[in-house]
């Protein structure tokens, strides 16, 4: 169907023009689906990695806790200095 409209479209020159003028806005439209549509995935799949870097730094976070010693950065400080003098 499409190919006798050409052929039609060819052996007049204002309609060719038309049918020219319509199938290039009919292929941009498409593109410009198909771009859209590639660039929600992208940002879907930024997005996805940007929160399972965050899960990870959180849970990293919260098992990286220091406990309490029980003993003094003061004693530590104390007893390397008696074992410097005592060398």
């Known amino acids: 169907m499409l190919k006798l409209l050409y052929a039609i479209a060819k052996a007049i020159p ?3 023009k038309i ?6 806005e009919g292929r941009a439209l498409s ?3 198909r771009l859209d ?3 929600a ?3 879907s799949a930024v997005d996805r ?3 399972r870097e965050t899960e990870q730094q959180r849970a990293t976070a ?3 806790r220091i ?3 029980s003993v003094s950065i003061a004693g530590v400080r104390k007893r390397s200095t008696q074992d410097n003098k005592s060398s």
Do not use: E, I, P, T
């Not at 049918?19 to 290039?24: A, G, M």
């Open 67 to 69: 406990q309490k010693s």
């Open 37 to 39: 549509a590639k660039d």
């Open 41 to 43: 995935a992208v940002d």
């Open 31 to 33: 593109a410009s689906r």
């Open 49 to 51: 990695l940007h929160k």
């Open 62 to 64: 919260g098992s990286s």
């Open 14 to 16: 204002a309609l060719q």
């Open 19 to 24: 049918l020219d003028k319509l199938f290039r």
